[in-house]
């Protein structure tokens, strides 16, 4: 399973940007994804979660500002991010679980996810 993101990049204050992550050597249709990310000097961090019934959590820090959806044909996956603020700067990872198709109360919790890709730089300033 490969997991790779893109859209990054630096942005001021109160600007948008659309993280996507392509995902290959997985066809099943039944996980949870997930982006996570980690802000300098802090522990990684869940930001938003879908699954398989495309109901999604989104953290509290994010609520109304970030959105996660899925292209399934594309096996994409997108966070929309709106009204970005400096604390939102970090490392943006997108994450695969392929043992739970529905939440579990656990969708933001990294243990819960098997793969991981590289991550993409988010930098609001």
């Known amino acids: 399973v490969q997991l790779v993101e893109s859209g990054g990049g630096s942005v001021q204050s109160g600007g948008s940007l659309r993280l996507s992550c392509d995902r290959s050597g997985y066809s099943y249709n039944t996980y949870c994804m997930a982006w996570f990310r980690q802000r300098p000097g802090e522990e990684r961090e869940g930001v938003a979660a879908i699954g398989s019934d495309d109901r999604t959590s989104v953290s509290g820090y994010v609520t109304g500002r970030f959105t996660i959806s899925r292209d399934i044909a594309k096996k994409t996956l997108y966070l929309e991010m709106n009204d970005l603020k400096p604390e939102d700067t970090g490392m943006y990872y997108c994450?695969?679980?392929?043992?739970?198709?529905?939440?579990?109360?656990?969708?933001?919790?990294?243990?819960?996810?098997?793969?991981w890709g590289q991550g993409t730089q988010v930098t609001v300033s």
């Open positions: 994450a695969l679980d392929h043992v739970h198709a529905r939440f579990t109360g656990d969708e933001l919790k990294d243990w819960q996810y098997h793969y």
